[in-house]
């Protein structure tokens, strides 16, 4: 198992460098399309992507499927359609395992819903290797969660929770007896920016649920949405002017708010707190914490933290093996004189692909890497059609500006056209912008099935 030194000669499997990349998230799937575009179309490297999905969905947008304000079907990329139009491959299966001395990626075999074989077990030999599965929400252990809670780490699971939703409200107006106390509560647990978004945006979406009518549910005195976090104020990564800003719009929402809330147990029936508080809801959504997949502990002696991210070097090098780059939220990496590691958002997986697509051409060149800088351009907060609030940074001499409403909406939403010109170019992007505009005066707001 041993680790290939600093100097390794590439090509090892071929005669063109073998460059993977395992993960087709916002930053994966970046990466390797520069990476095809540039080396893959000119004949210069084989470049390949695997992932245990067919499709690829900016993660941002889950919060937004959950409730039911976007048609998942609209943004979906095919990982096959976009392999053929920039010089790369795709391959289908989840990574299971890694073996550093012969270079080889291990996937488990695929399995249709009836359970027969789609792909066989496998093997994909590398020379350089990138790691960009991201990352998924951390139970902490806590009873309950994986029978009762639902996640919304990938799309299948933010439209399994759209359909409950939508289930419940359907449940609600047809039966017999009276709609009952807790019946149409959400509880979500975790008030970082996916659950604070989510439960603005569920206060919409339900009611506009509801608008086509089923008028047996009265939203104001049926539907309840609160929002449960340890830590002593919501967004408790973030500024606190942010905070504070998000506060007030969610009480002007009706949105319970609870912090210093410790959850000890979920049910089927709602979210049991430390000291015998209990908040009654017919739907858990999980969104506390984040931890790498298990399977990075089983990499063949890759250096994981408590978290199980990989540990990587300034240059986004696994500290056990330079051929091996991690980056995204799946990666852990202290920058020098730091506190705090890089955090896992967007714009963090942004830079490190665009960082990596030079180094990784500047290592097959034979010259030295050069160390990741983040920086970090601000955070924004997005309560769906009733307000964005966030900050800027770099104005001002080096400070931040605050922002809020229209400009702060568009703002985020210019973060999400950043990511589809880094795929498609600035001409596909208005295409579809302008398609997705029209198609939506034509459809109702919210999905209802």
């Known amino acids: 198992m ?4 600093q100097n390794t000669v590439l090509a090892l499997s071929g005669t063109l460098p073998q ?6 998230g916002a930053g994966g799937l970046e990466l390797v399309t520069r990476l095809g575009n540039k080396l893959g179309r000119r004949g210069q490297a084989n470049v390949t992507l695997i992932d245990r999905a067919r499709t ?4 941002p947008l889950l919060h937004e499927i959950a409730a039911g304000s976007m048609d998942t079907g609209r943004h979906e990329l095919d990982y096959l359609a976009q392999a053929h139009w920039h010089g790369f491959r795709y391959r289908y299966g989840e990574m299971i395992g890694l073996d550093r001395a012969q270079r080889l990626v291990h996937l488990s075999s695929t399995h249709d819903d009836e359970r027969r074989m789609i792909t066989p077990e496998r093997s994909v030999p590398y020379d350089l290797l990138v790691i960009a ?21 990938t799309p299948e699971e933010a439209a399994r ?14 039966q017999h007896e009276a709609i009952r106390p807790s019946q149409l509560h959400v509880a979500i647990v975790g008030a970082g ?19 086509y009518g089923l008028d047996r549910i009265d939203p104001e005195k049926d539907i309840k949405i609160t929002l449960i976090d340890a830590a002593p104020r919501i967004l408790p990564a973030l500024p606190q002017r942010i905070a504070d800003a998000t506060m007030k719009i969610l009480k002007t929402l009706g949105v319970e708010v609870r912090t210093g809330a410790r959850v000890m147990q979920v049910r089927a029936d709602g979210v049991e707190l430390v000291g015998d508080d209990f908040i009654p809801s017919e739907l858990v959504v999980w969104a506390a914490g984040v931890r790498g997949p298990d399977v990075l502990q089983r990499l063949d002696g890759l250096e994981v933290t408590r978290s199980s991210q990989l540990v990587v070097t300034p240059m986004l090098q696994t500290t056990r093996d330079p051929n091996i780059f991690a980056m995204g939220d799946c990666a852990w990496l202290l920058p020098e004189g730091a506190t705090q590691a890089i955090p896992p958002r967007a714009q963090a997986a942004h830079q490190e692909a665009s960082h990596l697509y030079r180094q ?7 010259r030295a890497l050069e160390p990741f800088v983040y920086k970090d351009f601000g955070s924004l907060v997005s309560l769906g059609e009733y307000s964005t609030v966030g900050s800027l940074m770099g104005f001002l001499a080096g400070r931040s500006l605050f922002i809020e409403g229209y400009f702060a909406r568009l703002t985020y939403r210019s973060l999400y056209k950043m990511h589809e010109i880094a795929l498609h170019g600035w001409t596909k992007v208005g295409l579809d912008t302008l398609s997705r505009a029209l198609t939506r005066r034509t459809e ?6």
């Open 193 to 211: 920016a996916t659950g604070t978004e989510l439960s603005a945006e569920l206060h919409r979406t339900a009611r506009g649920v509801v608008a």
């Open 19 to 24: 460059i993977v990349v395992v993960g087709g």
């Open 444 to 449: 109702p707001q919210v999905k209802l099935h």
């Open 161 to 174: 929770f759209n359909r409950r939703l939508v289930n419940a409200f359907l449940r609600a107006h047809t």
């Open 56 to 59: 690829h969905l900016w993660k």
């Open 133 to 153: 599965i991201g990352s998924e929400s951390n139970d902490f252990g806590t009873p309950g969660v994986k029978e009762h809670a639902i996640t919304l780490d």
């Open 360 to 366: 990784i051409r500047r290592k097959l060149d034979g």
């Open 2 to 5: 041993g680790s290939p030194g």
